[in-house]
């Protein structure tokens, strides 16, 4: 890789003081944060985000007292968060988790069998603390440090609720709970219809919200919300706005939106909207897969045209790869993971990483899918899935020593935070490039323009002319992330990018 030069604007950057008072009382401002895209939130497993492994072998063996990540011992790394810029947490799943065609030895995190308790899992029993105060414990803790809370809210439930609340599932056609693709462990709910939902349904989600409420959680993302009515999350989002107005709902849908075959609910993404959703994924998950300069730039401006419509404000999530998807490491490589932080700095986005796609894990675990020594379900083998962060057992902190990963992650936060008004207010301009895998784009605000060139080919280098009208070699150029400095011409910018490389240039006193 070649050395990189980094100007964020000097000390401005680095004087971004994010520490909060602990004698402050905390008020929840997640809600207008995310609208002003200036949320960077790292999602989380909180059985490993904190997990002892003490051995080093990979597994976190409670019989050997190992302990597996719990609110208490989070408290510490959470502490380090700021330090990367990361002011609020995504949590997965924190609520009981199924024992009963279960996969893999702690349960699946997205098999709930009970909305209104937490996970007992993530309750250290070194303390005498019940399991909700340690969890408001390490809530206030991450307050203290500026970090919001978002707390991931399944769409199905597990098996094992299914057993003792039958009337919440749907059927199939031999009379059996509905299963929700390839899943075993969870059920699909029978959320009624639009024009009448299930209502015994909406009390157990009722009962989530209070608890999250009870808790001191920040807001919700709601996983695969296009399962129910919108008339279910309009009252929904209602009720949790009239205990905290800035309590922000996400719903994981993306622009190109699939129906879900097996559902007889398939609420579109505009209606989870207007129900009053403040956010979604957008188009960026299929980044990985666009090859064309002109593919990914159209998409670009349709996603900015659309967010900057309407009555009501929305923002997007900027998800380049979640937990659903295999490494990006291990599939695109570390300069491709270093262009989607920038693209995240840079976009009108809420920056979104995974934890461990920071560093440099790749999420491989030696032991999957071979027999347990010890397991809290009815699976006796470790399931994994390779290449994507394991949920369904005890695992240790997600890890890589990636120093260069680090260092460009935490450089593109300091980036986001300064360009706030930049990519709120500005105007945004595709740039048209003569090269077909080098797409361009600039953002215009007060008498500043930021220019964002990159290379989409994977494997090669590509050379490139971005044209730009009234630029000339004698604007102040001000290098934000270069490798080898850009030929600035009359009209035009010549660039020579390695694979996957992306550089970034703001010009003083210029406006497109």
């Excluded at 849908?253 to 957008?282: R, W």
């Amino acid at each position: 890789m070649k050395r990189v030069l980094f100007l964020l604007l000097g000390v401005v950057l680095l004087g971004l003081n994010q520490a909060y008072a602990a004698n402050k009382v905390w008020i929840n401002d997640l809600r207008t944060a995310f609208l002003n895209n200036s949320a960077i939130i790292m999602e989380v497993n909180m059985r490993s985000f904190a997990a002892l492994d003490t051995d080093g072998d990979g597994l976190i063996m409670k019989s050997q007292g190992e302990e597996s990540g719990n609110f208490l011992n989070a408290i510490e790394r959470i502490k380090v968060m700021p330090s990367y810029g990361i002011n609020t947490l995504l949590l997965m799943p924190i609520n009981e988790v199924g024992k009963v065609k279960a996969l893999g030895t702690a349960g699946s995190l997205y098999a709930v069998s009970d909305f209104s308790k937490l996970n007992h899992q993530l309750v250290s029993d070194k303390s005498i603390l019940s399991a909700n105060d340690q969890a408001k414990k390490f809530i206030e803790a991450a307050h203290e440090n500026d970090i919001r809370i978002i707390v991931d809210l399944p769409p199905c439930g597990a098996y094992d609720l299914y057993l003792k609340r039958p009337e919440l599932f749907l059927k199939d056609k031999n009379g059996d709970a509905q299963q929700a693709g390839e899943w075993t462990d969870v059920k699909m709910f029978n959320a009624g219809t639009e024009e009448a939902y299930n209502r015994e349904l909406y009390e157990v989600y009722k009962s989530f919200v209070d608890l999250m409420l009870e808790l001191g959680v920040d807001g919700v993302r709601a996983s695969e919300p296009e399962l129910k009515p919108a008339s279910f999350w309009k009252d929904l989002i209602s009720y949790s706005r009239k205990m905290d107005p800035q309590f922000l709902w996400i719903a994981q849908v993306e622009d190109n939106q699939k129906l879900v075959k097996i559902s007889p609910v398939n609420t579109s993404k505009e209606a989870l909207l207007n129900a009053g959703f403040d956010g979604y994924y957008g188009f960026f998950e299929e980044f990985k897969n666009i090859t064309s300069a002109n593919e990914f730039t159209t998409k670009l401006s349709n996603y900015i045209s659309s967010i900057r419509k309407g009555n009501e404000p929305k923002a997007v999530m900027g998800v380049f790869d979640s937990h659903d998807d295999e490494s990006v490491l291990l599939n695109q490589g570390a300069d491709f993971c270093i262009m989607e932080y920038w693209l995240g700095a840079t976009l009108p986005v809420n920056s979104y990483i995974l934890d461990g796609n920071q560093n440099g894990a790749n999420f491989i675990y030696p032991w999957g899918n071979k027999v347990a020594k010890e397991s809290d379900t009815d699976d006796n083998r470790y399931f994994v899935q390779r290449g994507k962060m394991d949920i369904y057992n005890y695992s240790p902190v997600p890890y890589g020593n990636n120093e260069i990963l680090i260092n460009e992650y935490v450089m593109s936060n300091m980036l986001k935070k300064y360009l706030v008004k930049h990519l709120n207010l500005g105007t945004f301009h595709v740039l048209k490039t003569n090269n077909p895998s080098v797409f361009a784009y600039a953002i215009s605000y007060n008498r500043n323009t930021l220019i964002v060139i990159g290379n989409l080919n994977k494997s090669g280098y590509a050379k490139g002319e971005v044209k730009i009208k009234k630029i000339n070699p004698d604007l102040i150029i001000m290098p934000v992330r270069i490798t080898g400095a850009p030929i600035i011409g009359k009209n035009k910018i010549n660039v020579d990018l390695s694979a996957s490389e992306i550089q970034i240039l703001m010009i003083n006193d210029f406006e497109i």
